[in-house]
């Protein structure tokens, strides 16, 4: 036995087959099922020939056979590529020859997409499709040759091969991948040994104390002897987040509840029905509409006793709605990344503004660095680069030079540095300040986005926004918003701003604005800075400020 995924989601199925494991509108799998059809996807893997260490895609939104779809690859010592559903077809090549999978698992509503791409992916031989209710004809794209893989039924999958568990022994060296398309360029894969992935996403180390946990029947051991916590992660489970939380719920034989698609008044809908005790979003992009839905109409949130955020801003203007909303809740802030993975989290209280973006306590092996690789001292107000030691990832996959760049050495200790910028405050907590590919270089001041995004949310007529810097004749750069206003309101930039100057310096307000219908984020609720600089080259700006009126 390991740490690995499979084998801790095993030990809750051994003791706790009869308990509920997942569960959707209209359909459940007890412990005993998944455990069943995943044994059954598992020895089909194998049929198909992926061995110990062979990659295989999964293609799919939150649904119970994504789930199956996970374990079964684990538990066939495959490793799993999790498959962006928005991801148009250039990007799609990309990560069906990048990952070299042979087999890739997908809903039937992707078939044309898939279709067209497998000529351009030799190594891609098989397919398994989810049945999803689109209609779209499988058979239709082989009749006209496009699919150039066999392709077989998950559901034939399930019912012709054996159930039993009768896999060979895993090692703690087994590896996990996580494909992230980051802020810019090409989806990379980060390679993980699952130990190490474990530990800092899996619960392996205890999130209050930091101390390692020894027994690989604990989770299992525990839910066993107490009550069964309902879990909801809303976020699609291409999120490194969102799949670790279904994993967390099944190692404790928890109930974890499925959705494919996210709507603010859906989810209360959600939490009514199914009774669910922790609710966990990305941040504003999820936050924000579900908390002004319990404006518009009541529901039934008794059973909330937890609701966690990670991987996007969660702004102080509606964590103040929260703990207003849910008094008796803990509700959580987290930070992260798909190279460090857990780095700290905070208890959200009322009025915690400040400068900056989330504000933590940090994980006890995250440090910050300067540029040199020295460690920057507990209490210094300078900004670093956020750093990570002890469990971390082997590399990004097929890219040495930027494993080389992110994964570094410093005085012999091994470090994840995925570029994030960071400072401490005087009580030794840590502000993250944001990616540093994506700052803004004004005048030679440093400008990360998601520090002026926050302080631009306190404006209440501000629903969603991404900062870009724009060229500026004097300065380089020049901070500008892209702002999707609520109720179709335009405020005046000015107005904006002197919201914002309560939180942040005048050179980091912006000077020009574009107002939009919608914030493109990705389906995880990360900005997307590649959207907002293509907004701003399109058109004029529709207000611009000059220098005096902002710059202080």
Known sequence: MAFTIADLVEHAVDLMPDRVALETDGASRTYAELEARSNALAHQLRALGVQPGDTVGLYSRNTLECVEAMVAIFKARAVMVNVNFRYVEAE?????TDSQMSVLIYERQYTQKVAKVLPKAPDLKHLIVIEDGTGKDIADALNHGHLTADAIEFEDAVAQNPSERDFEERSDDDLYILYTGGTTGKPKGVVWRQYDVFRVLGGGTDWYTGEPVTDEWKFANEGAAGGQLVRFPIPPFIHGGSQWAVFQALFGGQKAIIYPEFGAHQTWEIVERHKANVVFITGDAMGRPMIEALLEKDYDTSSVVSIASSAAIFSQSVKDQYVDRFPNAIIVDAIGSSETGFGGMTAVEKGQAHAGGPRVKADPNTVLLREDGTVIPVGSDEVGLMARTGNIPLRYHNDPEKSAKTFTTFDGVRYSMPGDFARYEPDGTITMLGRGSVSINSGGEKIFPEEVEQALKAHPDVFDTVVVGVPDDRYGNRVAAVIAARDGHRPA???INAVAREQ???????????????IKRSPAGKPNYRWGHEVTES????????VSSTRS
């Open 92 to 96: 799609l090549e990309h990560i069906f």
């Open 493 to 495: 930039l000015t107005d």
């Open 504 to 518: 942040i310096a005048g050179y980091k307000c912006p000077r020009s604005v574009w107002f939009v219908d919608e």
């Open 539 to 546: 058109r004029p700006a529709d207000e611009t400020l000059e």
